[in-house]
């Protein structure tokens, strides 16, 4: 896989469903275009893993010193939730009630497609997050990309 990439609004329907986006669906390989692991995000997101990203990631994961207490923690902490799902036979995905009043998702919600995963956010918190960090981005480009290239960083 190239990686993921895209936007794309969706609506949860009253149990929590969305339908999943036939563009998006069509950038994963044919393997994992099924089943996904639910997770919280590192913002007020939830992030969507591919089985196949999700093993690779876990994989990493697994090779963390759990004798030190930081690792321990941020293993839990990002585990903390993880939940196995599957496309139904519709094409949608059901997000558990716990994990959408956990980001406070409602009924408008974006997919934030890019590398190995797809975050879901509420669209209202979505574009308040870039609208914020729009003005910055200049300077974050600069401090992320600057050195691209450089043996250094």
Same mark, same amino acid.
């Given at each position: ?10 609506? !949860? ?7 999943? *986006? ?7 390989? *044919? ?14 997101? +939830?992030? !969507? ?7 690779? !990631? ?5 090779? +963390? ?30 997000? *558990? ?7 406070? +998702? ?48």
């Amino acid at each position: 896989m190239a990686g993921l990439v895209g936007e794309y609004e969706v609506k !949860l329907d009253a149990k929590g469903r969305f339908l999943f *986006p036939s563009h998006l669906r069509r950038q994963l390989s *044919p393997a994992s275009q099924e089943r996904f692991m639910l997770n919280k995000g590192f913002e007020e997101c +939830l992030t !969507l893993y591919p089985m196949n990203e999700w093993e690779k !990631l876990s994989d990493k994961l697994s090779k +963390l010193n759990l004798f030190k207490p930081k690792n321990r923690m941020f293993y839990r902490l990002f585990h903390q939730g993880a939940k196995d799902v599957a496309l139904d036979n519709a094409g949608r995905v059901l997000i *558990p009630t716990n994990h959408m009043e956990r980001v406070g +998702l409602n009924k408008e919600v974006m997919l934030i497609a890019y590398n190995d995963r797809i975050e879901i956010w509420d669209k209202s918190k979505y574009f308040e997050l870039i609208e914020e960090s729009i003005t910055d981005f200049a300077d974050l480009a600069e401090e992320v990309m600057g050195n691209l290239g450089d043996d250094n960083e």
